[in-house]
C-alpha cells in the first residue's frame, strides 16, 4: 500500500511538471513556476559583485534544466518499481490508452520520456536566455560600449586579453579624443603614435621570437617608460615574471635606440630642413644661422651595481648619482643629436668633446652649406651653449653667466639665452613626459639605451604634436667656462671683430645680408 501511495505521488508531481513544460514552449515568456520572466527581471535586484541580469537568467534556466532532468532521473530510476510489470499494469489501467499525452509519456518505458524532457529543457533554457526587450533595460551600443571599455581599462586590468579586446574590438567605438586620452594617460602618446612604434618595431619583435604578441611588449615598456615602474611593480600588474619585463623592457629600448634612431634623430644637413631651422631661430633671437642648441643634463640613477669601480664618477653636481644626457635641439624642441657616453660626474664640455657630434664638427664631417656674410665674415650653421661648453666657431656661448658684461654683451647673451631655452625645455619635456628619466630604475649598463629611446619617443610625440606636459625644472647651472684644448685653438674665437659684431647684431638689429 505504501509502495503505491508513493508511486502514485511520482506520477502526480510529474504530470504537473510536465504540464508546465509544455506551457513554458508554448509561451517562452514563463518559467517553469508559472511566472513570467519579464516580471521578474523586472523584480530582480543587482547582485553584490555586480553581476549582470543577464548572465542570473542563464544560471536560473540552467537550474531549471538541471530540475527537470532530475526529475527524469527520479522517474526512469531502475532501481524503482514504476516499471515494474505491477506498476505498468497499475499505470495503464488508470490511464487512457485511446490518447497519448505527455503523462502516458512519462509511464512509457521508452526512449519518449527522455527525448521529451530534453526537448522541454532546451526550450526552458533558450527561452530564458533571451535578452529583454523591455526598452527601459535595454542599453544603447555606445553605452554598452562604454561600460566594457571602462572595465578592460580599469587601472587593475592589465592582461593580454584586456590589452587585446582594448585594441581590437573596443577602440574604434570611441571617439578620437577619448581614445588617444586614454592612450596617453596609460602609454604617454596618443593611438596613431603608438601604432606607428608597433608598426616600426614589429618586424624586429617578431626575430626573437618573443612569447608575447608585439603590441602587448610595447605598451608595457611604454606604460613603464611613461609612469617609472621598477620591473617588479609592472610584473605584479601585469601578472609576468620580473626577469621576462627586464628582458622585454631592455629589447624594446634597444630597439628604439638603434633601429629607429637613424630615422628620428638626424642632423639637419638638408637644405630645406636647414633653412627652416635658421629662419626659425633668427626670428627668435635676431642671430642669423643659428641651427640649434646644445646642453647636458644628468639623469639620475636609484642606485649603482656594487661591482662599479669608482661610484663618486657617477655623483653630478647636484650631489645625486646619474648618467649624463648631451642633447642638441631646433626650434621645435625635436632633438637633432643625442649622445650618452659620461657618468654624472663628468663635465659639460668634456662629455661634448668625447662625443661623436664634436669629431664631426672638428673634422668638416657635418657639411653645411648655408653660409651668410657678415661684415665680411662668412658666418656657417653654430649652436648656442651655456658657458660650460668651450666657445668655438661652430658653439656659441655667452660673454658672461652672470650679466656683469657691456649693455651689448648683455643684450647679446640674452639673446643666446633665448635660444638655448628651447633645448632647456626640450630636457625638461622630455622628463616630464618619460617619468623613468626622473629617477631610472634601470642597471646601468642598459642605462644609456633606455635614455637615447627616451629621446626617440620623444621626438616621435613633438613630430606628432602631442600636448606637451608639465615642464621637468631642473636647478639652475653654474660654474667656470671651461678651458681651451690646444687642438682647438683654430677654432676659438679671440677675433674682437666677431664678438663686436656679435653685440651688434642683437643691440642694433641690423639687416643681415643675403646668403652667399
Same mark, same amino acid.
Given at each position: 500500500?505504501?509502495?503505491?501511495?508513493?508511486?502514485?505521488?511520482? +506520477?502526480?508531481?510529474?504530470? #504537473?511538471?510536465?504540464?508546465?513544460?509544455?506551457?513554458?514552449?508554448?509561451?517562452?515568456?514563463?518559467?517553469?513556476?508559472?511566472?513570467?520572466?519579464?516580471?521578474?527581471?523586472?523584480?530582480?535586484?543587482?547582485?553584490?559583485? /555586480?553581476?549582470?541580469?543577464?548572465?542570473?537568467?542563464?544560471?536560473?534556466?540552467?537550474?531549471?534544466?538541471?530540475?527537470?532532468?532530475?526529475?527524469?532521473?527520479?522517474?526512469? @530510476?531502475?532501481?524503482?518499481?514504476?516499471?515494474?510489470?505491477?506498476?505498468?499494469?497499475?499505470?495503464?489501467?488508470?490511464?487512457? #490508452?485511446?490518447?497519448?499525452?505527455?503523462?502516458?509519456?512519462?509511464?512509457?518505458?521508452?526512449?519518449?520520456?527522455?527525448?521529451? %524532457?530534453?526537448?522541454?529543457?532546451?526550450?526552458?533554457?533558450?527561452?530564458?536566455?533571451?535578452?529583454?526587450?523591455?526598452?527601459?533595460?535595454?542599453?544603447?551600443?555606445?553605452?554598452?560600449?562604454?561600460?566594457? %571599455?571602462?572595465?578592460?581599462?580599469?587601472?587593475?586590468?592589465?592582461?593580454?586579453?584586456?590589452?587585446?579586446?582594448?585594441?581590437?574590438?573596443?577602440?574604434?567605438?570611441?571617439?578620437?579624443?577619448? &581614445?588617444?586620452?586614454?592612450?596617453?594617460?596609460?602609454?604617454? $602618446?596618443?593611438?596613431?603614435?603608438?601604432? #606607428?612604434?608597433? @608598426?616600426?618595431?614589429?618586424?624586429?619583435?617578431?626575430?626573437?621570437?618573443?612569447?608575447?604578441?608585439?603590441?602587448?611588449?610595447?605598451?608595457?615598456?611604454?606604460?613603464?617608460? =611613461?609612469?617609472?615602474?621598477?620591473?617588479?611593480?609592472?610584473?605584479?600588474?601585469?601578472?609576468? @615574471?620580473?626577469?621576462?619585463?627586464?628582458?622585454?623592457?631592455?629589447?624594446?629600448?634597444?630597439?628604439?635606440?638603434?633601429? $629607429?634612431?637613424?630615422?628620428?634623430?638626424?642632423?639637419?644637413?638638408?637644405?630645406?630642413?636647414?633653412?627652416?631651422?635658421?629662419?626659425? =631661430?633668427?626670428?627668435?633671437?635676431?642671430?642669423?644661422?643659428?641651427?640649434?642648441?646644445?646642453?647636458?643634463?644628468?639623469?639620475? *640613477?636609484?642606485?649603482?651595481?656594487?661591482?662599479?669601480?669608482?661610484?663618486?664618477?657617477?655623483?653630478?653636481?647636484?650631489?645625486?648619482?646619474?648618467?649624463?644626457?648631451?642633447? *642638441?635641439? @631646433?626650434?621645435?624642441?625635436? %632633438?637633432?643629436?643625442?649622445?650618452?657616453?659620461?657618468?654624472?660626474?663628468?663635465?659639460?664640455?668634456?662629455?661634448?668633446?668625447?662625443?661623436?657630434?664634436?669629431?664631426?664638427?672638428?673634422?668638416?664631417? *657635418?657639411?653645411?652649406?648655408?653660409?651668410?656674410?657678415?661684415?665680411?665674415?662668412?658666418?656657417?650653421?653654430?649652436?648656442?651653449?651655456?658657458?660650460?661648453?668651450?666657445?668655438?666657431? %661652430?658653439?656659441?656661448?655667452?660673454?658672461?653667466?652672470?650679466?656683469? /658684461?657691456?649693455?651689448?654683451?648683455?643684450?647679446?647673451?640674452?639673446?643666446?639665452?633665448?635660444?638655448?631655452?628651447?633645448?632647456?625645455?626640450?630636457?625638461?619635456?622630455?622628463?616630464? &613626459?618619460?617619468?623613468?628619466?626622473?629617477?631610472?630604475?634601470?642597471?646601468?649598463?642598459?642605462?644609456?639605451? #633606455?635614455?637615447?629611446?627616451?629621446?626617440?619617443?620623444?621626438?616621435?610625440?613633438?613630430?606628432? &604634436?602631442?600636448?606637451?606636459?608639465?615642464?621637468?625644472? +631642473?636647478?639652475?647651472?653654474?660654474?667656470?667656462?671651461?678651458?681651451?684644448?690646444?687642438?682647438?685653438?683654430?677654432?676659438?674665437?679671440?677675433?674682437?671683430?666677431?664678438?663686436?659684431?656679435?653685440?651688434?647684431?642683437?643691440?642694433?638689429?641690423? +639687416?643681415?645680408?643675403?646668403?652667399?
Amino acid at each position: 500500500m505504501a509502495t503505491e501511495c508513493r508511486l502514485a505521488t511520482r +506520477e502526480s508531481n510529474l504530470r #504537473t511538471h510536465s504540464l508546465s513544460l509544455i506551457a513554458l514552449s508554448k509561451n517562452p515568456g514563463l518559467n517553469a513556476s508559472g511566472r513570467s520572466f519579464a516580471g521578474e527581471r523586472e523584480t530582480r535586484r543587482p547582485l553584490a559583485g /555586480g553581476i549582470p541580469s543577464r548572465e542570473r537568467e542563464m544560471d536560473e534556466s540552467f537550474l531549471v534544466m538541471l530540475s527537470n532532468l532530475l526529475h527524469l532521473q527520479n522517474h526512469l @530510476d531502475p532501481t524503482s518499481s514504476l516499471f515494474s510489470s505491477d506498476a505498468g499494469a497499475t499505470s495503464s489501467a488508470s490511464l487512457p #490508452t485511446s490518447t497519448t499525452s505527455p503523462s502516458s509519456l512519462l509511464t512509457a518505458s521508452s526512449a519518449a520520456p527522455l527525448l521529451f %524532457f530534453t526537448i522541454a529543457s532546451v526550450l526552458s533554457f533558450v527561452a530564458s536566455s533571451k535578452p529583454s526587450r523591455n526598452p527601459k533595460r535595454s542599453s544603447s551600443p555606445s553605452s554598452s560600449s562604454s561600460s566594457s %571599455f571602462d572595465s578592460l581599462s580599469s587601472p587593475s586590468n592589465h592582461s593580454l586579453s584586456a590589452f587585446r579586446a582594448l585594441s581590437t574590438d573596443l577602440i574604434w567605438s570611441l571617439d578620437p579624443p577619448s &581614445r588617444d586620452a586614454h592612450w596617453r594617460s596609460s602609454y604617454g $602618446l596618443s593611438y596613431p603614435v603608438f601604432t #606607428t612604434v608597433v @608598426d616600426k618595431l614589429k618586424p624586429h619583435i617578431a626575430q626573437s621570437n618573443l612569447s608575447l604578441p608585439p603590441d602587448y611588449a610595447v605598451a608595457m615598456v611604454l606604460s613603464r617608460l =611613461f609612469h617609472g615602474f621598477s620591473a617588479k611593480t609592472l610584473a605584479r600588474r601585469h601578472k609576468l @615574471d620580473p626577469y621576462l619585463v627586464s628582458k622585454i623592457t631592455n629589447m624594446v629600448t634597444r630597439l628604439l635606440a638603434t633601429k $629607429l634612431y637613424p630615422e628620428f634623430i638626424k642632423i639637419p644637413a638638408g637644405r630645406r630642413r636647414l633653412h627652416e631651422t635658421t629662419q626659425a =631661430f633668427e626670428e627668435l633671437t635676431s642671430l642669423p644661422n643659428l641651427c640649434g642648441a646644445i646642453d647636458s643634463t644628468p639623469v639620475r *640613477v636609484r642606485r649603482l651595481p656594487n661591482d662599479v669601480s669608482d661610484p663618486s664618477s657617477y655623483v653630478c653636481k647636484y650631489g645625486f648619482p646619474a648618467i649624463q644626457l648631451q642633447v *642638441v635641439a @631646433d626650434h621645435k624642441k625635436v %632633438f637633432w643629436d643625442v649622445c650618452v657616453k659620461a657618468p654624472g660626474g663628468v663635465d659639460d664640455a668634456t662629455h661634448f668633446r668625447d662625443s661623436v657630434l664634436y669629431h664631426k664638427l672638428m673634422s668638416g664631417d *657635418v657639411v653645411w652649406d648655408k653660409v651668410v656674410n657678415v661684415r665680411g665674415h662668412p658666418v656657417r650653421p653654430y649652436l648656442v651653449g651655456d658657458w660650460c661648453f668651450p666657445l668655438l666657431s %661652430f658653439l656659441l656661448t655667452p660673454f658672461s653667466g652672470n650679466g656683469r /658684461g657691456t649693455p651689448a654683451q648683455n643684450t647679446f647673451d640674452a639673446a643666446l639665452m633665448k635660444g638655448r631655452s628651447t633645448v632647456v625645455e626640450a630636457i625638461g619635456l622630455l622628463k616630464g &613626459r618619460w617619468k623613468i628619466l626622473q629617477n631610472l630604475n634601470v642597471g646601468v649598463h642598459h642605462a644609456p639605451q #633606455t635614455i637615447v629611446a627616451c629621446c626617440v619617443l620623444h621626438n616621435l610625440c613633438q613630430i606628432a &604634436r602631442e600636448p606637451e606636459p608639465p615642464i621637468w625644472k +631642473e636647478p639652475e647651472e653654474s660654474g667656470p667656462p671651461p678651458r681651451v684644448l690646444e687642438s682647438e685653438r683654430s677654432f676659438y674665437y679671440y677675433d674682437y671683430n666677431f664678438t663686436m659684431w656679435s653685440s651688434d647684431v642683437t643691440a642694433r638689429h641690423i +639687416e643681415v645680408p643675403s646668403l652667399s
